[in-house]
C-alpha cells in the first residue's frame, strides 16, 4: 500500500535553507513516527532510496532526487522527570531546534541556552553534534529513540552509542540506518552558564547573567551580528568545519603564519575555516549567483537563484585555495543531495 500523505513530482526549494531548486520523485511529509515508518516500509519494497530531512538547514540540493524524501515533521515535547533542580525533557524530531531553546530557557533551565538561533529541527541536532560558543548538544544529551531500518524496529540509544565529536556522531557514518524520532535532554536550574566563548565573554564583561534566556538573547544578538537569516539570504550556516591538524602541522603553519588563528583540541590543533579563506581572499565574493558572506567567510550565500551545482563549484573553488596555500584540506559541514554530486578530489 502507498504510504499516506505521498506527494509525486515534488518540489524541494523551500526545504533546504539554501534554496536551491531540485524535485524528488515522491516526498512525504510525516506528522507522526507511523507515518515515517511505514514511508521507510514502503520505499525498501519498492527499492527506492530515501532521504531524510529536517530543518533542510545542513543539506544542499543540487539535483534531482529519485526516491523518496522524508520530511520529518514531528511535533511535541513533554518534560518527563522533573527532580529538584534538574529535568528531563523529550523533543519530537521535527520540533524546531531554536524554538525548543527558547522554551527550555524561558522555562528557567539551562544548558542549551548558547546554541539559540541554530536553524533546524531537534531530529537532526544529534547528527552533526550541533555546538556553537563552547557548548555542544552532546553537554546535554541524554538519549535518543530512532528507527533501525536495518533491524526493523525501534531502538533507545544513549550518549555514548551516539559516539559524538566535533560536528560529529554516529549517524554521520551510518547515515542509512536510524530514523531518529524524538531526543531527550538533560537541562538544570543551576548548571554554571558557559561564558567563555571571546564573543560572549565580552558581552557579559564578568557580570553573571539573570536567567538562560537572558544568555539565549545575548547569543542571538552576536550571531544576528554576523551570520545572514537564511529567511532572508539562503545559507547553510557553516559551510565548512574547522579542519583538525596535528600539534607538528600547526607549529609549521604558525612559522609562516604568525597570525593564523587556532584552538588546542582533542588529539591536535583547531584551526579557523573562516580565517583561512577569508585570508584567501574570498569574503564577500559574489558572482551572478552565490557568494561568501561580507561578515563571516565560512558561510555560503546563495543570493540570486543559484542552483546546488553553482554552490558546489564555488566550494570546490575555495577549497582547491586554501589547500594550494596552506596544505589544509577543508571538508564540507553540509551533506549534498543526491550524494553523487559531492565535491570531488582535489585538484
Ligand atoms: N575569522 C576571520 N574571517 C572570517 C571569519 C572568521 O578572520 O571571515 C576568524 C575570526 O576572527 C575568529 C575565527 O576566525 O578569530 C573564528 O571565527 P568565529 O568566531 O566566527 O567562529 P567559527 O569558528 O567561524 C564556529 C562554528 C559556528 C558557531 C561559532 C560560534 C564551526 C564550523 N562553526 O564558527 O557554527 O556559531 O563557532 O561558536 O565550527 C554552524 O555550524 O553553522 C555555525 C555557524
Not at 591536535?268 to 561578515?295: E, F, M, P, S
Request: proline share 6%; charged share 20%.
Amino acid at each position: 500500500m502507498r504510504p499516506r500523505l505521498l506527494v509525486e513530482n515534488a518540489d524541494l526549494q523551500s526545504l533546504s535553507t539554501m534554496a536551491t531548486p531540485a524535485r524528488a520523485r515522491y516526498l512525504v511529509n510525516a506528522g507522526t513516527p507511523e507515518d515515517a515508518c511505514q514511508a521507510l516500509s514502503w520505499a525498501s519494497r519498492e527499492g527506492l532510496p530515501v532521504q531524510v530531512v529536517g530543518g533542510g538547514s545542513n543539506l544542499i540540493f543540487c539535483d534531482d532526487f529519485p526516491g523518496l524524501v522524508l520530511h520529518m515533521a514531528l511535533r511535541g515535547k513533554r518534560w518527563e522527570a522533573v527532580n529538584g533542580d534538574e529535568a528531563t525533557l523529550m523533543l519530537a524530531a521535527g520540533e524546531s531546534w531554536h524554538q525548543s531553546v527558547l522554551y527550555v530557557a524561558g522555562a528557567g533551565y539551562r544548558g542549551i541556552e548558547n546554541l539559540a538561533l541554530i536553524p533546524g529541527t531537534a531530529g537532526a541536532a544529534p547528527v552533526q553534534n550541533i555546538g556553537a560558543y563552547g557548548v555542544e548538544l552532546s553537554d546535554s544529551f541524554i538519549s535518543l529513540l530512532a528507527w533501525d531500518r536495518q533491524a526493523g524496529e525501534p531502538v533507545t540509544l544513549d550518549r555514548e552509542d551516539c559516539r559524538f565529536g566535533y560536528r560529529d556522531s554516529l549517524f554521520k557514518h551510518e547515515p542509512e540506518r536510524y530514523l531518529i524520532l524524538e531526543i531527550r535532554l538533560r537541562l538544570s536550574r543551576h548548571r554554571p552558564f558557559e561564558l567563555g566563548y571571546g564573543e560572549l565573554a565580552q558581552w557579559f564583561d564578568g557580570r553573571t547573567p539573570d536567567s538562560p534566556l537572558e544568555v539565549a538573547q545575548a547569543v542571538m544578538t552576536v550571531r544576528r551580528r554576523k551570520l545572514p537569516d537564511p529567511e532572508q539570504l539562503p545559507n547553510t550556516g557553516s559551510f565548512f568545519k574547522n579542519p583538525v591538524v596535528t600539534v607538528a602541522q600547526w607549529e609549521e603553519l604558525r612559522d609562516q603564519w604568525p597570525d593564523m588563528v587556532a584552538y588546542p583540541t582533542d588529539g591536535g590543533v583547531k584551526l579557523a575555516a573562516g580565517w583561512l579563506i577569508d585570508q584567501c581572499g574570498w569574503k564577500g565574493y559574489r558572482n551572478r549567483t552565490v557568494g561568501v558572506h561580507h561578515r563571516q567567510a565560512l558561510v555560503l550565500i546563495n543570493h540570486s537563484g543559484g542552483n546546488g551545482k553553482q554552490v558546489l563549484e564555488l566550494a570546490r573553488r575555495i577549497r582547491d585555495d586554501v589547500l594550494e596555500r596552506y596544505g589544509v584540506l577543508l571538508e564540507m559541514e553540509p551533506g549534498v543531495v543526491p550524494s553523487a554530486c559531492g565535491l570531488g578530489s582535489p585538484v
